[in-house]
């Protein structure tokens, strides 16, 4: 018996070194990044969650990219991954999406988004719509129909708001009746868009379950609830239809989907919706939440930026909607917004598949392996933006605290698979900040952390007590 023990423990043992050995060597074949793969299997992906679960995830990548440079290799959620702090390196990556990399996500996440979702369609149809979902959303699209909406909106919510609120929460609410309505002209406060987002907020649960999905009782749950999105969205579509077949029209993106020479299917145009609303309702509303959050813990930016909204304010009536000339006379309210997407940006980055054999900066990445373009890594180097870890929305008066902004700063991605709301998101936290500042004040009622895994927000929602501000004292009359 104790030899049986003796010989399984020397097979184990050889095992073990076989597989590291043959590691390194194919790894020095190929000349990969330098790195770490850590345990097999499990890799590195225990200790990326525990340092992302933290208020300072930087250590994770800090250490490797002290050990082996800005372009390293680990091991996370199963694969072996090539991560860039590289802004040079980021920039290939997002330049050749669809020549070298492809965008790339787990099946569990595939399966809620839907085949025919921006995020995973690939070739012809996904130029066209990213460019038919650019020209919905871009400057005049806004100007002349989005912006009255976005600024209603946001007033009627901000007025109901009395004593503690959940900031997070009500950010939520408002990006989602503000999705909701400009995709298929649904008024807030309806049965159906209040039905809609209690599945909508079960769907998104989904996206976050990282362990084994299948035997997730919150992932079955968003399958189910995207059942029903699904089915909602589809008897929408179809009474659309039967409305344009009876000569009405209406100005959204459903009706631009509809009208245009492509005939979708009802499966393609359902996907497209519901991939809209995702990209469009956690991320702004998360970086409405965290404006909110730095501002509170610096008062002379607060107070800079209450200057700037009192000004535009004091030359309108109470309830006046914001104008597009208003929207571009916010030069601080811009910095604040850009600093808030610099430290705390919800995308941190995002994975590609290489496609072939990838030769950069004197290293292959081999075919099928993962990469991680990580914009957080280069937006918070010091080689970079200076004192890159405070927040400081002075650094963008003339560019001054970031070293070729343009280059470096990518927090909506960039290359063909850009953000198409990037415009829309910039205008939307804007009015929302101009609405916020000059109707209420508030303090923060609890302690509230960020944490960053499965996805960056406040551990509490951050909860605020507000008061009302007296918007007619700032106002012409
Ligand atoms: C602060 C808010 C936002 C941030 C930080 C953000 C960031 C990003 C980033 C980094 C990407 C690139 C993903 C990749 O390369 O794989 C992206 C893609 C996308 N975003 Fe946004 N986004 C925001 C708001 C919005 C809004 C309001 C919309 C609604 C129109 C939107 C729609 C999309 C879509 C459809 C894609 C997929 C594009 C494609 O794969 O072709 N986003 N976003």
Request: with cysteine; net charge positive.
């Amino acid at each position: 018996m104790a030899t049986f023990t003796f010989l399984l423990l020397c097979a184990t043992l050889s095992a073990i070194i076989f597989f590291f050995l043959f590691r390194a060597s194919r790894c020095r074949r190929l000349r990969l990044p330098p790195g770490n793969l850590g345990l097999p299997f499990i890799g590195e992906t225990l200790q990326l969650i525990s340092a992302y679960k933290t208020e300072n995830p930087e250590p994770f990548i800090d250490e490797r990219v002290n050990r082996f440079g800005p372009i390293f290799t680990t091991h996370v959620f199963g694969e072996p991954t090539v991560f860039s702090a590289d802004p040079e390196t980021n920039r290939f990556i997002l330049l050749n999406e669809g020549k070298l990399f492809e965008s790339s996500y787990p099946a569990s996440i595939s399966n809620l988004l839907g085949r025919y979702s921006l995020l995973l369609m690939r070739g012809g149809l996904h130029k066209r719509l990213h460019s038919l979902t650019m020209s919905f959303a871009n400057s005049s699209i806004i100007k002349e129909n989005l912006l009255v909406d976005i600024d209603r909106l946001i007033r009627l919510n901000l007025d109901s708001w009395t004593g503690k609120v959940f900031l997070m929460e009500e950010a939520k609410k408002i990006t989602f009746e503000l999705m909701v309505k400009q995709l298929m002209s649904f008024d807030p406060g309806s049965t159906w868009t209040e039905s809609l987002r209690k599945e909508y907020v079960l769907v998104i649960e989904g996206f976050f379950t990282v362990s084994l999905p299948v035997f997730s009782t919150t992932y079955r749950r968003a399958i189910k609830a995207r059942t029903k999105v699904a089915e909602a969205l589809s008897l929408i579509v179809t009474e659309r239809r039967k409305e344009i077949e009876a000569g009405e029209r209406k100005n959204d993106m459903l009706g631009a989907l509809l009208a245009g020479d492509d005939e979708f299917s009802e499966e393609q145009i359902v996907d497209f919706l519901l991939a809209l609303l995702v990209a469009g309702y956690e991320t702004t509303s998360i970086i409405m939440t965290l404006a909110v959050k730095f501002l509170t813990e610096t008062p002379l930016a607060l107070a800079q930026l209450k200057e700037e909204h009192d000004q535009i304010r004091g030359k309108k009536s109470e309830n006046e909607a914001l104008e597009w000339s208003d929207y571009k006379s916010m030069p601080f309210t811009q910095n604040v917004i850009n600093e808030t997407l610099r430290v705390a940006n919800i995308i941190g980055g995002v994975f590609r598949r290489a496609m072939t054999d990838v030769h950069i900066k004197g290293y292959t990445i081999p075919k099928g392996w993962k990469v991680f373009a990580s914009f957080r890594a280069v937006h918070l180097d010091q080689d970079h933006f200076k004192d890159a870890r405070s927040f400081n929305p002075w650094r963008w008066q003339d560019n001054s605290g970031a070293a070729s902004a343009g280059n470096v700063f990518t927090p909506f991605g960039g290359g063909p698979r850009l953000c198409p709301g990037y415009e829309l998101a910039r205008v939307e936290l804007s009015v929302f900040l101009h609405h916020l500042v000059t109707r209420l004040s508030w303090v923060p009622a609890e302690e509230d952390k960020l944490v960053f895994f499965p996805t960056t927000r406040t551990q509490k929602r951050y909860p605020i007590n507000v008061k009302r501000r007296g918007v007619s004292k700032l106002c012409k009359d």
